[in-house]
């Protein structure tokens, strides 16, 4: 049960988030503020958001699966590690060479406004369902553990993510992210030393004897075969969603070419740290927690609590609250995502090239804001409906989403700056391609299942048998897909004129360099420094004050540490902010981008 330290530590952590959304309201001017941040936002606030896109699963579906097979989660997170070094080498300059507002903007310079309305209709439900799916997981997910109510739960996450996003536009959807790296990562800290201090495990070398020798050896539950096939997919899905020109939005935030570079190196070193923190709980719940369906009945997965039972038994009171808030946190890091952009889709590409193509920028932000109102309640919708049924475990749930809806519409859009000699067709054609074959391997599964793996198919595990749909989903879209891509190719010789020079502007920017020039972009920035400084200062500030809660020692350390922490990033913004000057802007964007 949470204590009412506990909800004091989640109100403070809300009213940070909202205090955000409200200071930098004013930052938004036009739709190039509100949806990119006038593309000047210094790249490691921009590194962070991309960053914390993994989401509350980390410590949910990512920690039942933990529970379940030990080390193996990691070949997911090391699998994003390979994607984003593939983002370093390749696409990261050519994302900022884009010089758009919105990545459905790139899709029509690519392949022109049909293949980008197209992409508008489909791409929208399948956000909203993502966010929906992502609300309602967090909200079963708080309910269930901390016995507070489903729907209040969700709809309070669902309305602070669409405050946030509808006062601040991207100025604050980047500041939250960024503090929220700080917050989830100092807990994460704290949450791995207490469970590691637990008398029954007795540190990392007790851990490692007393948890089953399974959990070190993949192949020891696992087929080796169906092991290698599943990392290949999961490689190649992460490497093609990565370098998806819908993943571009972060990179347009930034100053210039050398910046976007710059900017994955946080992810990378993130990623490749992060997960050997984050599993250590639900490692010791192994050992601890050896029967987490009595200790959760009421949760479809009992696995996913294994994270927050170590903390629950670990954490002094306050604490919790803080756990509750992080995980609140990597939620709504992918919610405002999904809002920010996908609001930028329907106003920049549908509202104003076909309801209204003579509104001025003015109107534009006042549409942008009444419809991230309406995604955001149509999202809350969707988590709501979701409550009514039941969905499979969240790990399970998050793949499957991903190989059967999103990969199909990503190949094109990973390949479309590879491969430009496509006809204008080839975009929303292989799209098509692949959703067709997402389907048919859904409905031929019990068939093909004994055909390509006779040896196993008489004993295979439920849970071979969802990894095994898994990866023939991933290999079957992406074979459609990119055979179909290239095949259009042939028929480029065939495009229009407009076609041809649609693809000679889109190269001309590619191949040149966004560099820096005089503006006033750190002038700019001060009032994000400013709220970054005074927001991290006083919530440090706060937490410090949790140490005065009557509990032991290592639990008043814990909040010492994580106020520390939120204090000096609260200290070095304050200072960034006093000395920040005019200076040159980076990245002159070209024509038809403020």
Known sequence: MLSIYDYLAIAMYFGLIFSAGLLLRRQSKNTSDYFRAGGGIPWWITGAAL???FSAWTFTGAAGEVYKTGT?????????????????VWSCRRFRRLRVITWMEAVEARFGRPTQQFYTWVKIPILWLVGGVALYAVAVFMSSVFDVNLVATLVACGVLVTLVSFFGGAWAVAANDFIQMFLVMAIAVVAAVLALRQPGVGGIGGLIHRVPKSYFDWTAQTPVGVISAWIIAMSLMNILMFNSVENSPKFLMLRSDREARRMTIIPIIGLTVGPVIWIIPSMTAIVTHPNLHQQFPH??????AAYVAVCLATMPRG????????????TITSLDAVLNQGVGVVVRNFYLPIVNPQAGEKQLLQISKLTTLAFGAIIISIGVLLGEGSIPGLFTLTNQLAASLLLPMTVPLALCLIYLRTPSWSGWSAAVVGLIASGLIKLTFPVLLPVLLPGLYRHITPSERTDAFFFLTTFGVIGAGTAWFLFTGLFYRSSSAEHVARIEALRRNLNTPVQEHIADTRTKNRPLYKVLGLLGTMYGVAICLFTLIPNGVSGRMGFLFCGVVMLALGIIMLRKSRNT??????????PGCP
């Open 299 to 304: 949760l479809q997965h009992p696995s996913e």
């Open 581 to 590: 000057d005019s200076a040159p802007r980076s990245g002159a964007d070209g």
């Open 72 to 88: 193996f989660v990691l070949a997911l997170y090391y699998s994003n590690v390979v994607a984003f070094i593939t983002v370093w």
């Open 51 to 53: 960053f914390m896109n």
């Open 319 to 330: 604490m919790i609250g803080l756990l509750v808030s992080a995980i609140f946190a990597a």
